[in-house]
T-cell receptor, first 113, second 105 residues
Framework: ETGVTQTPRHLVMGMTNKKSLKCEQH?????MYWYKQSAKKPLELMFV???????ENNSVPSRFSPECPNSSHLFLHLHTLQPEDSALYLC????????????FGPGTRLTVT | DAKTTQPPSMDCAEGRAANLPCNHSTISGNEYVYWYRQIHSQGPQYIIH???NNETNEMASLIITEDRKSSTLILPHATLRDTAVYYC??????FGQGTELSVKP
């Protein structure tokens, strides 16, 4: 595998379910990011991790819980989501010193029913 | 809020240069301008970035005005595969609505 991979690519979950999104980067980067892209809306930065430490949380509801066990892996744990949380969730990585040069994964298309 | 403004859409003929403008009059002197594009149903792709000088890479050229209030991304020979939404970012990781570029045969 090369670049940034995300699994699953598609996910349908009920509002009472618990699920996790996984992101893995094979680029030797040390910063990782979660974004949300809703229909007809711009990308929204959710979380930033540098060297496994969370450095940014853009007022994301607690039903989204990120985890970064090492510099190559990033998870987004989901629980008791709402239908308006349906969106494309994108993971990206970069060198910590070059946050403007990010490499994105293909995204997970999430539908909350 | 995004620090940049872009036209919502543009058309370009295949094989011609596509010139995408961006206004970023409020960015500070040490903030970079960077460009991404997003092809439908894919993750965004980094294109290029610059601070003061014009930049060129294998994908595009970036022309930044001397006062740094605006810039232009140039795709020298647009192809159908360049059809995408192009985002200009200024200083912060805030994506606006971007410019939807349609390259037509």
């Amino acid at each position: 595998e090369t670049g940034v991979t995300q699994t699953p690519r598609h996910l349908v979950m009920g509002m009472t379910n618990k699920k996790s999104l996984k992101c893995e980067q094979h680029l030797g980067h040390n910063a990782m990011y979660w974004y949300k892209q809703s229909a007809k809306k711009p990308l929204e930065l959710m979380f930033v991790y540098n060297f496994k430490e969370q450095t940014e949380n853009n007022s994301v509801p607690s039903r989204f819980s990120p985890e970064c066990p090492n510099s190559s892996h990033l998870f987004l744990h989901l629980h008791t989501l709402q239908p308006e949380d349906s969106a494309l969730y994108l993971c990206a990585s970069s060198q910590e010193r070059r946050p403007y040069e990010q490499y994105f994964g293909p995204g997970t298309r999430l539908t909350v029913t | 809020d995004a620090k940049t403004t872009q036209p919502p859409s543009m058309d370009c003929a295949e094989g011609r240069a596509a010139n995408l403008p961006c206004n970023h009059s409020t960015i500070s002197g040490n903030e970079y301008v960077y460009w991404y594009r997003q092809i439908h149903s894919q993750g965004p792709q980094y294109i290029i970035h610059g601070l003061k000088n014009n930049e060129t890479n294998e994908m595009a050229s970036l022309i930044i005005t001397e006062d740094r209030k605006s810039s232009t991304l140039i795709l020298p020979h647009a192809t159908l595969r360049d059809t995408a939404v192009y985002y200009c970012l200024g200083g912060k990781l805030i994506f606006g609505q971007g410019t939807e570029l349609s390259v037509k045969p």
